[in-house]
């Protein structure tokens, strides 16, 4: 499986739109709820690439479902947030990540590249080429988000997928509130593109940041 295109992967996300869900219903007092904070975790990436990269996956998997994520990051009044600096970070197909405490190079799947940074639009849209997050022991499946801009202060949060056995065991998902659960769980549905080169699943992720 081979990665697409920045234009496919918008092109992709955008032909799906009807399927993404809204932002969050307004407060009585027309402010949004702040996405629910969560750790950092022990495998930030040491070092992160000068100039933004939007596709993780760079040759053919070794293990893996290729994610299409998008999604927007807006304030609290719900105005798009422009130029917010949203990164990804995750392990791969294998359950390992790319970090000098999880073993450093030696057993990941070379083909991706286990984190990437991007930058929203005037439409505080983003977007990358994944994979749907894997569980290793200990954890259910999940992706590590962080997004900050001059405007509001920096967001820590966790992706998890809707529906998975593993969500229920693992003590991080079950810390958060209900409501908080369903604010940073979605589903990722078969994105259905008829093409082997397509991304096969597409997720969608609103983030909420405090000013």
């Known amino acids: 499986m081979y990665p697409l295109s920045r234009r496919r992967l918008l092109a992709a996300i955008a032909a799906f739109g009807g399927l993404i869900p809204g932002m969050r219903a307004r407060a009585a007092d027309g402010a949004l709820d702040p996405t629910p904070a969560m750790t950092e975790g022990p495998f930030y990436p040491e070092s992160w690439p000068a100039a933004p990269r939007a596709s993780l996956i ?3 998997l070794k293990a893996g479902v290729p994610l299409a994520l998008s999604g927007t990051v807006r304030d609290l009044r719900g105005q798009p947030i422009a130029g917010a600096r949203v990164e990804i970070w995750q392990c791969d197909g294998l359950g390992r990540y790319r970090h000098s405490r999880d073993g450093g190079s030696d057993g990941v799947d ?3 590249l286990g984190f990437g940074w991007v930058r929203s ?3 505080g849209r983003w977007a990358f080429e994944t994979i749907r997050p894997v ?3 200990g954890r259910t499946p999940h992706i590590h988000l962080s997004a900050v801009s001059p405007q509001a202060r920096r967001l820590v949060t966790q992706i998890f997928v ?3 056995p593993g969500n229920e065991r693992d003590g991080l998902w079950r810390w958060l509130p209900e409501a908080g659960r369903k604010r940073v769980t979605i589903p990722m ?3 259905g593109l008829g093409s082997e080169r397509a991304a096969r699943l597409t997720g969608h992720f609103d983030v909420v940041l405090r000013g």
């Open 58 to 60: 760079v040759g053919p």
């Open 110 to 112: 070379p083909a991706f």
């Open 121 to 123: 639009d005037a439409a």
């Open 135 to 137: 569980p290793y022991p």
């Open 162 to 164: 809707e529906g998975e």
């Open 189 to 191: 549905t078969e994105a």
